[in-house]
């Protein structure tokens, strides 16, 4: 976590900015995935299986999802605060994750997992690696306004 701190101190501002910021994250992503279900389902047959049927779809959908995200950084003050955002997610994930195994067996667990990784964990990898790679590429030399 070394651009989230200053003088090795943790800049609290940040992570606070990035716990907020990755809330509204999740409710936009339930709200695009909502919207977009019906025409993944109409362009996207259900009788193909497989890996490619099963994380295309979500991975296209969170993939696009996540340009409003890359588009905030370049206008944000503090450019680390959506890549910080996109490390929450990957934590509510393992957090999830780590509930629903130790609650839940069989195929319940199996059926929550596959939710909790299609819909939680995709966003939360494709849009940490854009915002991760813009901010790499753009903002790290940079100091925050």
């Known amino acids: 976590m ?8 943790t800049k609290s501002a940040v992570l606070l ?5 990755s ?3 999740v409710f936009a992503y339930f709200a695009f995935y909502m919207l977009s279900a019906g025409a993944v389902a109409f362009f996207w047959p259900d009788e193909t299986g497989g890996f490619i049927a ?7 959908v969170s993939i696009v999802a996540s340009i409003p995200w890359a ?5 944000m003050r503090d450019k680390r605060v959506i890549p910080a955002a996109f490390v929450f997610l990957l934590v509510y994930t393992a957090l999830i994750a780590l509930f629903v195994t130790n609650t839940y067996s069989g195929e319940e667990r199996s059926a929550l997992l596959n939710l909790v990784f299609i819909y ?5 990898f494709w849009g ?7 901010y790499s590429a753009f903002f790290r030399n940079r100091t925050p306004r």
Do not use: M, Q, R
């Open 128 to 134: 940490g690696l854009i915002s991760f790679g813009l």
């Open 54 to 60: 099963k994380w295309l779809p979500p991975s296209l």
């Open 120 to 124: 939680l964990g995709l966003p939360a």
């Open 17 to 21: 900015s990035a716990f907020s910021v």
């Open 71 to 75: 588009i905030l950084l370049f206008v």
């Open 23 to 25: 809330l509204i994250v």
């Open 2 to 9: 070394g651009i989230f701190s200053k003088d090795g101190k």
